[in-house]
């Protein structure tokens, strides 16, 4: 990677793990990001399928993510807080409450070119794409996301299992 704007983002997201408010220190990185997206976007590398992995260490994980149009994924948490910051697009995250073994559809809010959204380490949420085009976010997850074990939900079913891509990738969905 170059010494360009991702590469001090990641840096940026690295020294915010030992803030004294990391998620707001993250925010406030990926706000120089979203305030000025064309820099970002000059360096995103071309990558396969929905995830690039920018960056990954045990105390933060820097993703693109690019969220196939017309799509919803199901929900599922993360384990840790996260901070999505979007470039280009829109995704609507769907906030599900747990009750018990089941969760509740709360809230859908949308987040579109230069807006972020955060989430606590407990939260549940679907991501979907209404659009026609893709959409682009970085997404900051202040820890190991792709080692943590995480939940998955099966709408259909309301079954709660063990998050595996696959699983996830199996149950992606057309939005409404």
């Given at each position: 990677?170059?010494?360009?704007?991702?590469?001090?983002?990641?840096?940026?997201?690295?020294?915010?793990?030992?803030?004294?408010?990391?998620?707001?220190?993250?925010?406030?990185?990926?706000?120089?990001?979203?305030?000025?997206?064309?820099?970002?976007?000059?360096?995103?590398?071309?990558?396969?399928?929905?995830?690039?992995?920018?960056?990954?260490?045990?105390?933060?994980?820097?993703?693109?993510?690019?969220?196939?149009?017309?799509?919803?994924?199901?929900?599922?948490?993360?384990?840790?807080?996260?901070v999505i910051a979007?470039?280009?697009?829109?995704?609507?995250?769907?906030?599900?409450?747990?009750?018990?073994?089941?969760?509740?559809?709360?809230?859908?809010?949308?987040?579109?070119?230069?807006?972020?959204?955060?989430?606590?380490?407990?939260?549940?949420?679907?991501?979907?794409?209404?659009?026609?085009?893709?959409?682009?976010?970085?997404?900051?997850?202040?820890?190991?996301?792709?080692?943590?074990?995480?939940?998955?939900?099966?709408?259909?079913?309301?079954?709660?299992?063990?998050?595996?891509?696959?699983?996830?990738?199996?149950?992606?969905?057309?939005?409404?």
């Open positions: 990677m170059t010494d360009g704007v991702l590469k001090r983002l990641i840096e940026a997201c690295r020294e915010a793990t030992s803030a004294a408010d990391p998620t707001q220190a993250v925010r406030d990185a990926l706000s120089m990001a979203v305030a000025r997206p064309d820099g970002v976007l000059a360096e995103v590398p071309e990558f396969e399928g929905e995830d690039c992995i920018l960056h990954r260490e045990s105390a933060v994980s820097v993703f693109l993510v690019r969220q196939t149009p017309n799509t919803a994924g199901p929900p599922h948490d993360h384990g840790m807080p996260a979007m470039l280009e697009g829109v995704e609507i995250h769907r906030h599900f409450r747990r009750d018990g073994d089941e969760i509740v559809l709360e809230r859908e809010e949308t987040v579109g070119p230069g807006q972020m959204l955060s989430l606590g380490p407990d939260d549940v949420h679907a991501i979907a794409n209404p659009d026609d085009t893709a959409s682009l976010g970085v997404h900051v997850y202040l820890g190991d996301i792709v080692g943590r074990e995480r939940t998955l939900w099966d709408l259909r079913s309301g079954a709660a299992m063990a998050f595996s891509v696959g699983d996830y990738d199996r149950m992606v969905t057309s939005w409404r």
